[in-house]
């Protein structure tokens, strides 16, 4: 069921989308050659905690888990995309990785992801992580009340396609409201002007992501974190959006963009 919320329950939303971009911040700001997955989860953990929220993730157990998560945060590395289950893993220096977090506030919840890379990057993984961030940018632009939601999948496969990559629409945007997963699901490639109409007070998740080379993926033995069939890295980026009479608001916008320890390419 697809619902609506009120210009009201919209401004009460906010406080969610703060807090899931600021965690979102520190983490990419906390993440550094040396650091463990876990100690990127316990920093998430202590933030949840400080601000009286609820995490989205720890029990969370749909269909394609193997079993509840039990983290609170998505931590996928260079050719996981997708669901990486945090583990005892240390960064390396040129690691690609990704966060994705999602946490209710006061009964409302947003979610974000955000990829970079640790210590000296790869061009050839700067320019992913450039293309998914317009493509995250262009459907953003593309959730104009009056539209359609293909509208936003066109506008995300655009880019990627300008790109060269190819695109996976099994998992990919939604509605976001009281819980973190609901309707209309948002896939990344689509026709425009078909699907379910963009309606003031609708608030979704629209989030692209790509690999390198293939769109085809598979299930880890962990039972959650989703890699590249081929080994190739991939990147994800994620903002929740309310559409409003005056176009698309960024709830989970961050103040400025996190201070990278790396993220260079190599001179």
């Not at 157990?61 to 945090?86: E, I, M």
């Not at 309606?199 to 085809?216: C, N, Q, R, S």
Request: hydrophobic share 40%; aromatic share 6%.
């Amino acid at each position: 069921m697809i619902e609506l919320r009120t210009p009201t329950q919209v401004d009460e939303m906010r406080a969610a989308g703060r807090f899931v971009a600021d965690v979102v911040t520190a983490l990419a700001e906390a993440a550094d050659v040396g650091v463990n997955l876990l100690e990127l989860d316990a920093l998430a953990h202590d933030m949840i905690r400080e601000r009286g929220a609820e995490s989205c993730y720890i029990d969370y157990h749909p269909s394609f888990g193997a079993s509840p998560f039990g983290k609170v945060l998505c931590t996928s590395v260079n050719d996981a995309v997708l669901h990486g289950l945090p583990h005892d893993y240390v960064l390396q220096d040129g690691d690609l990785l990704s966060v994705d977090f999602a946490a209710s506030v006061d009964g409302w919840v947003s979610d974000s992801a955000y990829s970079f890379v640790v210590g000296s990057a790869r061009p050839e993984d700067l320019a992913l992580i450039d293309t998914t961030q317009r493509a995250l940018e262009a459907g953003i632009s593309a959730a104009q009340p009056g539209g359609k939601i293909g509208d936003i999948s066109h506008a995300i496969a655009s880019v990627a396609r300008e790109a060269g990559l190819r695109i996976n629409t099994q998992f990919g945007g939604h509605g976001v409201g009281r819980t973190m997963h609901g309707d209309p699901h948002i896939p990344n490639d689509g026709r425009p002007g078909r699907g379910y109409t963009l309606k003031p007070g609708l608030v979704i998740a629209i989030e692209p992501w790509f690999l390198h080379t293939t769109d085809e993926i598979f299930t880890d033995a962990d039972g959650w974190t989703i890699r590249s069939l081929d080994g190739s890295r991939g990147a994800h980026m994620e903002h929740t959006v309310a559409i409003t009479e005056d176009g698309p608001l960024v709830l989970t916008a961050r103040e400025h963009e996190p201070v990278l320890k790396g993220g260079r390419a190599p001179a």
